[in-house]
Structure formats: C-alpha cells, structure tokens
C-alpha cells in the first residue's frame, strides 16, 4: 500500500482527478491474542490457497450494487493470484456483517475460513464514497488490518484493487500487483492485413482503451520500471521510429528512427535511459541511449547478432540473446558492456529474456522441437523451470512484485491470433485475460502511485 493517511493519485478513465483516494488506519476492535496464526509460506513450489471469507460489502446509504460489484472484483484479484480460495457465499453462517462488530468466529471456523473480509461503501454528503474494510485472522480471533478510503464514486474500481492489494500484502508478506495495468497491440482484420493499435487495460481485462488509432503499424510496448510512461516501435514509413508515450497526458515524443530495430527499448531501472539492438549490416549490436541528452553508448560489438537486452534491477548487469555461439542463447555482462557469461544450455533456442523485478530470476522464450515454452532461469543459468508450452507462446513480462508474467500465445489457422496470457510462478496458475480483440506484445505497468 501506499501508506497510512497518505493522498494517492486516482484516476478516473485515466484522467487525473480533483479528489484523491485518502487511505487511514481503523482502530482494531475485538479481541486481541498474542499472535496472528494466518499467514501464507509464498516460497513453496505448489501452494494450496488459503480460504477466505468475502462478505459482500454492506452499502449504507448508497448503491448497494456497487458495493457487491467492489465486493467481486476483489474477490476475483485474491483468487486470481492462485494463492486464495474465497469460500461460496452461500456456505455462510454469519449474515449481515457490520464492519463495526465483532465477528463470531466460530461460524467462520465452521465453514473452514481462516481469512475473514468485512467492509462498507457510504455515500458521503458531498457525493464521495467512503469505504472501509477489516482483515480478520479467524484462528486467532484477531483483527489484522483495517483501514478506510474516500474517493469519488468512478473510481470504485480501482479503489477495489487497492484493497485487494491490502490483503495480499498483510497476508503473503510481499506487495501485491492488483493496482497495475498492461499494454498490449490490440489486433483487428484479417490475418494477412492486420490493424494493430496500442492499447492499455488494468490487470484484470477491465477498462480498455487505445492509445493509438492504427493508422501506423505499432510494436513491442514496453512499461517505465518508475513512471506510467512506455516506449514502442511504430511503422509509420519504411524504418521504424521509437516514441515515448505519457500514459496520462497522452503526449508522444520521438525518441529517434532506427532502421533494422526489431524490438522496442527497454528501460533503464531509473528510468533515465533505454538500451536496445540497433542492426549494421549482418550483425547487431546493443546500445544504451539517454533519454534526456540523447547521446548513445555502444555496449557489443561482434560479429553476431545480439539483441532484446535486459536490464537487472539494481542496473548492474544486463541480459541478451545472441548467436554469437551458433545459435539464440542467453547471455549476461556488465551494464558497461565487456565479457559475456552464456547462462543457457538446454536443448533449443533462448530469446526474449526479462529480468525480474526481484532480480531473483530471468524469464525467457525458449523454442524446441516446434514447441515454444515460458521459462524462468537464475541469473547464473541454473535452475531453470518451463512453466508453460504451446503452439505459440512469446514475450514474457513480469507483475511488479516479480511472481506473475504475462505473455501471448498464438493460435494456429486461418481465423486464429494471439491471445494475452499469465502465469505465476509455480506454473500451474495459467489463465487467459479477456481482450477485445486479438491482442499481443504485453507489457506490465509499475504500481499506479
């Protein structure tokens, strides 16, 4: 969360607002044990998720559909995650929650809940909403959170995935991902002539909307790892040209044309510079660029073809794909160039590599015996895990907290298209996001500040 009694910046249809959503503690009521028992071990390999009790939220005063609505959506983020089971309404015992009282735990337990969720949205006099909620640990009998929130009744939505955030947090001990959106290239028209626009939903598939109206072709969006800004490469004439684009105030800047750019730049982890593949002749080289001087700094020079370079974390290291051994493999070296470490030797080819968020480990597009998997490696090349294959699959972006990526997978014929896809990190939480259109090139958002 962004902090106790703390203004956060709200957007309504991605404008910014007058009001700001204002977040402030509640004071625990009920009993109070010594020590909270709920909690979830998030280093497992395969977590069972932890069953949780959501009440639909009471409404006084106010719409009692939208806070069922805010009730769902929040629901829908924890159970999203694979780490939360929320239990089925119509096992509860307890009906007609205040957020003010005391729950009788023992019709919770009875029902095997360990997590209890209670909330209210109030309409205010001046026309905000006032919505609170409380985290129960059921074993415990104990409060573990409560806080309350005025906003403006448009943004109930995204106040919702704010609480979720909430719960995720106190419960798994690490920053959830809820209040987040995804670019991608929305694809429309016939396989052969498609119209490709960038366009931007939140993480959940709801409140789409396009950045560009197609009349230029548009590629590889990628996120600022600091801001709500994002690079892509778009075709408006026979090479490529990078532009940087606010995604609140819409405004585009060129960042330069660049004839034989495959991929869009990534962003340095301050978000200060890009780095990025620039093709001379038969090879390709990696560049950084600063974005405020605009002067680049070569980092490879070979013979081979080396590109989608990466940037860990703490901006030290950089990972790439290269042929420079006679296939696409994965390499890391200084942020300053120099000696490159191959870090990939399974069978098949490497390429799309993105380092985590938490610098723990870097996702990759591997392709073998005509099948193309999701994988995730350390940074030394050891442990690596597939945790997804198919006709199709490419372009692994991570969730800011570094336990989500979203991907595209193609589907084959003549009426098939890509289609966005996550996957968490245990690999067996893999759902599609619904998107208007076909959709791909997906690229995670910061969290919304």
């Known amino acids: 969360m962004r902090g106790i009694l703390k203004h956060i910046s709200v957007l309504a249809g991605r404008k910014v607002l007058g009001a700001a959503i204002v977040a402030a503690a509640l004071v625990a009521i009920g009993p109070r044990p010594a020590a909270a028992l709920v909690e979830i071990d998030i280093t497992q390999g395969n977590i069972e998720p932890l069953p949780i009790a959501l009440p639909s939220f009471s409404a006084e005063g106010g719409d009692s559909k939208l806070a069922s609505d805010m009730t769902n959506v929040i629901a829908a983020d924890l159970k999203r995650s694979g780490l939360f089971r929320p239990l089925d309404p119509a096992s509860f015992i307890q009906k007609n929650m205040s957020v003010n009282s005391t729950p009788r735990f023992g019709d919770w337990r009875q029902i095997s809940a360990q997590a209890l969720v209670t909330g209210t949205v109030i309409k205010q006099p001046d026309g905000r909403l006032r919505a609170e909620f409380r985290l129960w640990d059921v074993f415990a009998a104990e409060q573990m959170l409560g806080q309350q929130f005025y906003t403006t009744p448009e943004n109930w939505r995204r106040l919702a995935h704010i609480i979720a955030d909430a719960i995720y947090e106190r419960l798994t001990g690490e920053k959830g991902y809820f209040d987040t959106r995804i670019v991608f290239v929305d694809e429309t028209g016939p396989k052969d002539k498609r119209v490709k626009r960038l366009a931007i939903m939140d993480q959940d598939g709801a409140n789409t909307r396009y950045l560009t ?160 998997m999701i994988g995730v490696m350390r940074p030394d090349g050891k442990g690596e895990r597939i945790l997804t294959e198919g006709y199709h699959n490419e372009g692994p972006a991570w969730s800011p907290n570094g336990r989500v990526l979203v991907f595209f997978r193609d589907t084959p014929g003549a009426t098939g298209g890509p289609q966005v896809w996550t996957v968490d990190l245990t690999g067996y939480n893999e759902q599609r996001l619904e998107t208007p259109a076909f959709a791909s090139d997906p690229s995670w958002s910061p969290l919304i500040d």
């Open 213 to 372: 109206r197609g009349d230029d072709l548009v590629l590889t969006p990628r996120f600022s790892p600091t801001s709500q800004e994002i690079t892509y490469m778009s075709y408006g004439g026979a090479d490529p040209s990078v532009y940087l684009l606010n995604i609140e105030t819409g405004q585009r800047e060129i960042v330069g044309n660049f004839p034989g750019m495959t991929f869009a730049p990534r962003f340095s982890p301050d978000g200060q510079s890009v780095i990025m593949s620039l093709q001379q002749g038969g090879n390709a080289n990696i560049f950084k660029m600063d974005l405020r001087s605009r002067r680049t700094t070569r980092l490879t020079n070979t013979a081979a073809i080396d590109t989608s370079p990466s940037y860990s974390p703490d901006g030290s290291r950089i990972v790439f794909e290269s042929d420079r051994g006679g296939t696409q493999q994965l390499y890391v070296m200084g942020a300053n160039g120099g000696q490159a470490q191959r870090i990939s030797f399974g069978p098949g080819r490497y390429s799309t590599p993105v380092w985590s968020p938490r610098g723990d480990l870097i996702a990759f597009t591997k392709q073998h015996q005509g099948r193309f």
